[in-house]
């Protein structure tokens, strides 16, 4: 070893490698299947001894027949069982040093556990108990709708909360699980019984997927299989809704006359995942609006000074997606803010990217891709989105290669195909 050192000359910088010429691999999952036919993905790696449990189900907001009610059963999952209080359950979790959560997507809502994997027996029986004996208690329901009622009025006085609600809400149509917002008299109209009906049908008899990584113990699969291979999994699928989006393009909402800041949000319809443009239109979005070395804040930024910041991107839905530009400007520069975007489609539209700045672009996202591989817990999250969107490893390997060798010709000819400003949807909320 010493030898060896000795003849390394640290006079000399190593070679710098571009990103672009790395090599990425996504570790594979391991997949087995409990006694009901529950899928359960798995990635064993890490140093540490940890684990990440998630418990997917169809049951977000695509399911519910009334505002509110998904999100607020799968909220109220942990305020309460038959045998604990929302305290016991919380101070279980805490006093193994465990965090449990939950969220509510589109389609989808989730119950995850964050542990040392020395502890699970000792968690798994709890996190059974909430997805089959919930009982989801009126005073937890009343404080819960005191909450959030405040919050919503907080929100409110907010231009890019209004922002995010409206633009959604013209895009897919405001009774589309993908537009619809929160009022005020929603949270009133919500009734204990619902929420219980909702928690039976889609919680403990609907359909639902574990995702695991971290060190995993030998006796993960039959500790699954004892405490949630006998629960429902009924084959419920989120069918395709019609869109009603609005006629009219172009919206100005003054939120607060006193206000001194606007939000922007510019955005068009775009197909999901499954569309043949979907991966190379990645690549146009990160140098259009995509990072911090991107036309739109180079212009709007760095150069204008309208902003401290603008990006685009696409959004992560399962049936339907958009292209979304958004940013916070002043008011008075809202408009230039506006002109100055539109100006940047119309240059990629016109003019092809030189090849230093798209080396540029596909540094950043191959480096990108690599941040996000680094552990256990965000290779099961890059699985995960693979698997709810009915993918499979061929996309990743796919989005490697086409950042890799998408020409700027390909590049601007998707641009005159999908940047037309005529096509967007364009709102400011002051």
């Known amino acids: 070893m010493i030898d060896t050192l000795k003849t390394i000359d640290r006079t000399v910088a190593p070679e710098i490698v571009d990103a672009v010429n790395f090599k990425l691999q996504l570790k594979s999952y391991k997949k087995f299947t409990l006694k009901n036919g529950v899928d359960v993905y798995t990635i064993d790696a890490g140093a540490e001894e940890v684990l990440s449990l998630e418990w997917v189900f169809y049951a977000g907001n695509w399911f519910e027949d009334q505002n509110l009610v998904a999100a607020s059963a799968n909220f109220l999952l942990k305020n309460g069982t038959t045998k604990k209080s929302a305290f016991q359950v919380n101070e279980h979790f805490e006093y193994y040093g465990s965090y449990l959560n939950r969220a509510c997507y589109n389609e989808t809502a989730t119950v995850s556990l964050h542990c040392l994997n020395k502890h699970i027996a000792e968690l798994l029986p709890v996190v059974r108990e909430l997805l089959t004996d919930s009982i989801m208690p009126e005073q937890e329901l009343a404080i819960y709708q005191q909450n959030m009622k ?13 922002a995010g609600r409206l633009i959604d809400s013209y895009l897919y149509g405001e009774h589309h699980p993908y537009g619809k917002y929160t009022r005020d008299e929603d949270f009133d109209k919500l009734n204990r019984q619902q929420l219980l009906d909702f928690y039976n049908k889609y919680y403990q008899q609907g359909k639902f997927m574990i995702f695991v990584a971290g060190r995993l113990p030998v006796n993960l699969e039959p500790l699954l299989n004892e405490y949630f291979g006998d629960l429902g999994n009924s084959n419920i699928q989120a069918g395709p809704i019609a869109l009603k989006s609005s006629e009219e393009k172009k919206f100005r909402v003054t939120n607060d006359k006193d206000g001194v800041q606007g939000s922007i949000r510019i955005a068009r319809p775009f197909p999901n995942r499954h569309h043949p443009d979907f991966l190379k239109i990645q690549v146009l979005n990160s140098l259009f609006g995509g ?87 965000q290779i099961i999250a890059r699985w995960k989105n693979i698997i709810l969107n009915g993918l ?35 709102l400011v909320v002051v």
């Not at 910041?309 to 997606?321: A, K, P, R």
């Not at 890799?404 to 999908?418: D, H, N, R, V």
């Open 392 to 426: 499979d490893e061929n996309y990743f390997y796919n989005s490697i290669n086409t950042i890799k060798t998408i020409s700027a010709e390909e590049l601007q000819g998707l641009a005159q195909k999908y940047l037309k400003p005529e096509e967007f949807y364009e």
């Open 291 to 377: 990072f911090f070395g991107s036309r739109l804040m180079s212009n709007i930024r760095e150069d204008k000074g309208y902003t401290y910041g603008i990006h685009s991107f696409l959004q992560n839905h399962i049936h339907e997606s958009a292209w979304m530009i958004s940013t916070e400007a002043g008011k008075d520069v809202c408009e230039a803010a506006i002109t100055e975007i539109y100006k940047e489609m119309k240059t990629l539209r016109e003019e092809p990217v030189d090849e230093e700045e798209l080396l540029l672009v596909r540094n950043f996202m191959i480096g990108s891709i690599l941040g996000d591989l680094d552990g256990p817990f």
């Open 150 to 162: 405040q919050r919503l009025k907080v929100n409110l006085k907010k231009s890019d909360f209004i």
